[in-house]
Every structure is written in structure tokens, then in C-alpha cells.
């Protein structure tokens, strides 16, 4: 095998063989399958340090001590695509030449692919191609005790950031909608700028040539499903990872974001009911808004009294997300979003909301 990058701590290393990528580390051996050689075309070895930051920082905390970054940026943006309806409603509104690609959990898992693929074929017909790269990374958490999962969230497009030189990359998109960003844990606004996850990733990123680019983190997950709709793709998506096409009715993720695409639940299902009774209440925003609605206070009879909060601006765009993102990719973004979904006013109930304030 032949190495790319080593600690010199001799904590983690990088190895190639013809297009498998391998990081060994105190935490397990992992793989990636890539769509090129990285032995005989190579990585940037800031995009190697950045992806050991994304897999390992929260076990070691002096990764990228001494490192100086000095990786141009790329021309053109990539999008962590899950196969879901966030992501693909962030595809709608970035460039047509966007690079979308996949991370395929490679090892054996519960998670379904066959949502994604449906789609992926579905694209490849209308000549939009979806990278898929595999790999088993996710499994570095079970040296800690942890569940599989992405270490961190930029973990979660460690396969753009392996890839950036290979296909060009200046930014790297995320699906993250207004509950991620602007609300902490879905109900309680915040300054996301002024964010942990902002202050921690933006500097990083940009300081190797990858800027990051939230398409939709000025818009909730009910506007994600209209913009899904409105690019014809209503019916192809899913975003269920327990099941084909078109779900299966009985999971969180068909009750709150599929039943907006006329798709039946079981709002009786074990996981439904069981999210619908913690407090705060999973989701919280938009599964409020959902209820009103539907007028289905009965499934929260405790929560009656936010009836009168205002959330009319949950179909609505939050206008300061623009300023998030880069210049170059901007005025596109805009453009595309203000076609679809109506500037959130000023005054929106929503902005500064606390919907539980006595959780910590
Ligand atoms: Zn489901």
C-alpha cells in the first residue's frame, strides 16, 4: 500500500491500492472506495488533515497542531446528497453542474439504500449523474462505545472532501434545513452564525478551498418537501431508511415529512408515539406546524396552549441565510429560492421563538 499521509505521532495514517483509500487509526481501519487512483492522481494532504478532523476530533483534540493549510479552491460545488428530501430540494436550488455524491454505508446495516437508488436512477434519466462512494467509516465510533453514525457532522461529507481535488471542489453543500441551523434542536432560535457548528467548520473548510454552502438553511423541512414537488420529484423521493419506496409508513421521518406528500402512517406506530410524547417535543417546529395543519392537537393534548403561536412563516424563507452563503454561489441560490418560496417578514413569530424555554 503506499502512503499518503502520515501522523508523525503515528496516531492515524493514509494508505492507497489502486482506488481503495484506507485510514488506519487507534479507533478501528476504515475504507473508501474512490472514483479514481489516489496513489497515482493524489489528495491534497489538507484534505487528508481536514478529513481526520472530520472522523477523529471528537476523541483527540490537538489533530492539526503545526499544520499550516495551503489548498487552492476548486471552481465548482459539491453536494452531500443522501437520496433524501432535504438534499434534494438543496440539488434544486444550486447549480445545474453541481456534483452530487453519495456515501454508501458499506457495511451491513439496517439503513436502506433503495429510497436513493430509485431516485439516482431516476436522475441518471433525465442525465444527472449521482457519485456513490463507499465506505465503512461509520464504524469508528464503536471503539468509543457509540452507535454507528458520522463522528461528526462534517463526517458526514468526508467522501466530497476526499474527492475535492478530483472533482474540482470550492465548496461542499449540506441539506441542512432552518431546524438544524437557526433553531437549536428544532425549537429555540438562535444566531447561527454565532453557532459552535458554524465557528468550528466554516474557518476550517474555507482555510483548505472548500467554502460551505447551506442552500437550505434559511427554509424548514415543509418547504423542502414543496420545492421537492415543484422540481416533479414528488413522487420518486423518499427520505424513509427503513424501507423501499415509498417508506414505511410507521417511522418519524414518514410521519412528518412523507404524509406532506399524501403518502399514508400509522400515526400510531411505536416510534411516532413515542417521539410525539418526549419534551421537548422531537422536531418540534415543524411537527407543530404539522398539527396545526391538520388540526391533530389531540396527538399532543399538553401542548394545546401553542395554538395561538404563529407559524406562519415555516413556508417561508428566513432572507439573512443568503448572507451565509459564499459570494459566488449566492445571487444563484437566491434567485432559485425567491422563484418558490415566499421572504419570511421581519416580524415572523418564529425568529427569536423559544417553544420550551424551561429545557436546558
Ligand atoms: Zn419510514
Known amino acids: 500500500m503506499f502512503v499518503l499521509l502520515a501522523d508523525d505521532r503515528q496516531r492515524w495514517s493514509w494508505q492507497a491500492k489502486g482506488k481503495r483509500l484506507t485510514f488506519t487509526c487507534k479507533e478501528g481501519t476504515v475504507h473508501w472506495r474512490l472514483p479514481f487512483r489516489p496513489a ?32 487552492p479552491r476548486g471552481e465548482k460545488v459539491g453536494l452531500a446528497f443522501s437520496g433524501g428530501i432535504d438534499s434534494t430540494a438543496a440539488m434544486s436550488l444550486l447549480p445545474e453542474d453541481t456534483v452530487l455524491v453519495y456515501h454508501r454505508r458499506s457495511f451491513k446495516s439496517n439503513l436502506q439504500h433503495r429510497g436513493a437508488d430509485r431516485l439516482f436512477r431516476h436522475l441518471k434519466k433525465a442525465g444527472r449523474r449521482v457519485h456513490s462512494v463507499p465506505s465503512n467509516h461509520e464504524i469508528l465510533r464503536q471503539h468509543h462505545r457509540l452507535p454507528n453514525g458520522f463522528s461528526t457532522d462534517v463526517a458526514s461529507a468526508v467522501h466530497l472532501i476526499l474527492t475535492a481535488d478530483h472533482f474540482d471542489l470550492g465548496g461542499i453543500a449540506f441539506g441542512m434545513p432552518i431546524d438544524n441551523t437557526y433553531l437549536w434542536h428544532g425549537h429555540r432560535w438562535r444566531e447561527f452564525s454565532e453557532s459552535g457548528w458554524w465557528r468550528r467548520w466554516v474557518p476550517l473548510l474555507s482555510s483548505v478551498g472548500l467554502d460551505i454552502v447551506l442552500p437550505i438553511g434559511g427554509i424548514s423541512q415543509a418547504s423542502t418537501v414543496q420545492l421537492v ?132
Open 229 to 360: 414537488q415543484e422540481a416533479g420529484l414528488g413522487d420518486v423521493v423518499s427520505s424513509c431508511l427503513r424501507a423501499s419506496f415509498p417508506g414505511c409508513g410507521r417511522c418519524w421521518k414518514c410521519f412528518h415529512k412523507h404524509t406532506l406528500l399524501g403518502r399514508p402512517a400509522d400515526l400510531n406506530a411505536r416510534e411516532i408515539q413515542t417521539f410525539l410524547a418526549k419534551r421537548p417535543l422531537k422536531t418540534a417546529t415543524h411537527v407543530l406546524w404539522w398539527i396545526g395543519q391538520h388540526d391533530r392537537w389531540d396527538l399532543v393534548p399538553d401542548l394545546a396552549h401553542m395554538k395561538n403561536h404563529d407559524l406562519s412563516a415555516w413556508t417561508m424563507h428566513y432572507a439573512p441565510a443568503f448572507d451565509l452563503l459564499p459570494d459566488w454561489i449566492r445571487d444563484h441560490v437566491k434567485q432559485a429560492m425567491e422563484r418558490s418560496i415566499p421572504r419570511m417578514p421581519d416580524d415572523a413569530a418564529l425568529i427569536g421563538q423559544d417553544l420550551f424555554p424551561d429545557a436546558p
Open 40 to 71: 497515482a492522481a493524489g489528495i491534497h494532504p489538507d484534505l487528508l488533515m481536514v478529513a481526520t478532523q472530520a472522523l477523529l476530533s471528537p476523541w483527540h483534540k490537538d489533530l492539526l497542531e503545526g499544520w499550516t493549510p495551503s489548498r
